[in-house]
Each structure stands twice: as C-alpha cells, then as structure tokens.
C-alpha cells in the first residue's frame, strides 16, 4: 500500500507517516511476542497499529482514486 501511495505521488510526509507507525507497529508485536507467550501489550498495541495503518492507507488511496475520478470526469 505504501508502494501505491508512492506511485500515485501522494506527499511524501504522509509516506513518512504510514510508514513509521507500520514500522512502530511491527516492533511492538515482535517485543511483545518475544516478552511473554500469552497476551501482552506489545502485541496487542503492535496489531492496532499495523491493522490501523493498513485501514489508513486503504481509505487515503480510495479518497485519492476517487476524488481523482471525479476531478477528471
């Protein structure tokens, strides 16, 4: 998705931006899995946040497709 956002040339802050927190998000998961073998914060504030930057990512590309669509007539 962050490939796409690229392609599209969507302003490369929002590139930084999904991107960090996917990346925050991937750690947190692998510390918490690496901490305990049941539940735990890191891996549940790791999935929030990748499953948020994944949903993020998907809605600004459909805002950008569409309103481009529409734009364009």
């Given at each position: 998705?962050?490939?796409?956002?690229e392609?599209?040339?969507?302003?490369a802050?929002?590139l930084?931006?999904?991107?960090?927190?996917?990346?925050?998000?991937?750690?947190?998961?692998?510390?918490?899995?690496?901490?305990?073998?049941?539940?735990?914060?890191?891996r549940?504030?790791?999935?929030?946040?990748?499953?948020?930057?994944?949903?993020?990512?998907?809605?600004?590309?459909?805002?950008?497709?569409?309103?481009?669509?529409?734009?364009?007539?």
């Amino acid at each position: 998705l962050i490939g796409l956002m690229e392609m599209i040339q969507l302003p490369a802050f929002w590139l930084y931006v999904f991107g960090l927190v996917l990346f925050l998000g991937r750690i947190l998961h692998a510390w918490g899995l690496g901490r305990t073998q049941g539940v735990s914060l890191g891996r549940f504030w790791g999935t929030v946040l990748t499953w948020t930057c994944l949903l993020g990512a998907a809605l600004v590309l459909l805002y950008w497709t569409l309103a481009r669509l529409v734009l364009t007539g």
